[in-house]
């Protein structure tokens, strides 16, 4: 049984700091590449970051580059987010979930960066 848990979200002002956390199990971890995704209210999911197994290969879309980060522990078996800088348009339930799978969505984290 694929399990995705999410955490660490909440609200900060605009320049502020998050890390969120995602927590896994029922599958090879390790052997898999992983994303973030976020979803804003009325808006597609769409892919943040990814990771590849071995964390050796990082990837981010446009909006994020330079201020998030990726990052694994396979020992763990967590894939966290570091994100700074960040801004209004971020706000979004976040998601993480493996690259080319169809496994069920965890619950999400709330981000929201509002002043």
């Known amino acids: 049984q694929v399990r995705l848990v999410e955490s660490g979200g909440g609200l900060v002002q605009p320049g502020g700091s998050l890390t969120l956390s995602c927590a896994v199990s029922?599958?090879?971890?390790?052997?898999?590449?992983m994303n973030w995704y976020r979803q804003a209210p009325g808006k597609e999911r769409e892919l943040v970051a990814t990771?590849?197994?071995?964390?050796?290969?990082?990837r981010y879309t446009d909006s994020v580059n330079g201020r998030f980060t990726i990052s694994r522990d396979n020992e763990k078996k967590t894939v966290s987010l570091q994100m700074d800088s960040l801004k209004p348009e971020d706000t979004a339930v976040h998601y993480c979930?493996?690259?080319?799978?169809?496994?069920?969505w965890g619950q999400g984290t709330q981000v929201t960066v509002s002043s």
């Open positions: 979930n493996v690259r080319g799978a169809q496994y069920a």
């Open positions: 029922g599958f090879a971890f390790s052997t898999r590449d």
């Open positions: 990771i590849g197994a071995l964390g050796l290969s990082v």
